[in-house]
T-cell receptor, first 111, second 112 residues
Framework: QKEVEQDPGPLSVPEGAIVSLNCTYS??????FMWYRQYSRKGPELLMY????GNKEDGRFTAQVDKSSKYISLFIRDSQPSDSATYLC???????????FGKGTLLTVNP | DAGVTQSPTHLIKTRGQQVTLRCSPI?????VSWYQQVLGQGPQFIFQ???????GRGNFPDRFSARQFPNYSSELNVNALLLGDSALYLC???????????FGQGTRLTVV
């Protein structure tokens, strides 16, 4: 079992839809959780960073962490064509500073 | 402020050659990490350096090495290149290695 599992997608939605992206993890030592957006052939861009269970909102983006279920989500409201990208979840243990990534979900928002 | 800068952006090398990739972190950040991303996969951790010391190493062969300089910039070296080393190499900058990590645009290495 991989440490981080991410819904493979691809995901295609109409403009204005609410998008839900999810990851599960098996390592209970993960303490910090991030979501990155990666456009084709570019470096990942940090969208959200959180370290506690619950919700964190930033504009159209909401990150949700449920440590008891080892499950994290990213919600995108009022999705736009410019949101079309690959979304990567990533996690860090408290004592091990490496980022462990999911495989990524390719999202397409259709005008 | 400038973000994380990596050079070169693209590189083509022949099997068996050696390559050096460079990274300058965000001003004030003391930690640099290197990741390898092959097509269709998430980035895989190679190294992390903090205050010029190696803090962590991923599951990569000894052909991969890195260092961090007094100005916190970093180099990743790969010797005896294999076709399988073709990937996007990403540098991540963070203040202390444990918090938010910001990535550069990457160096796309093609080994032929």
């Amino acid at each position: 079992q991989k440490e981080v599992e991410q819904d493979p997608g691809p995901l295609s939605v109409p403009e204005g839809a609410i998008v839900s992206l999810n990851c599960t993890y098996s390592n209970s030592a993960f303490q910090y959780f991030m979501w990155y957006r990666q456009y084709s052939r570019k470096g990942p861009e940090l969208l959200m960073y959180t370290y506690s269970s619950g919700n964190k909102e930033d504009g159209r983006f909401t990150a949700q962490v449920d440590k008891s279920s080892k499950y994290i989500s990213l919600f995108i409201r009022d999705s736009q064509p410019s949101d079309s990208a690959t979304y990567l979840c990533a996690m860090i243990e408290g004592s091990n500073y490496k980022l462990t990534f999911g495989k990524g979900t390719l999202l397409t928002v259709n005008p | 402020d400038a973000g994380v800068t990596q050079s070169p952006t693209h590189l083509i090398k022949t099997r068996g050659q050696q390559v050096t990739l460079r990274c300058s972190p965000i001003s004030g950040h003391k930690s640099v990490s290197w990741y390898q991303q092959v097509l269709g996969q998430g980035p895989q951790f190679i190294f992390q350096y903090y205050e010029k010391e190696e803090r962590g190493r991923g599951n990569f062969p000894d052909r991969f090495s890195a260092r961090q300089f007094p100005n916190y910039s970093s180099e990743l070296n790969v010797n005896a290149l294999l076709l399988g080393d073709s990937a996007l190499y990403l540098c991540a900058s963070s203040f202390d290695g444990a918090g938010e990590a910001f990535f550069g645009q990457g160096t796309r290495l093609t080994v032929v």
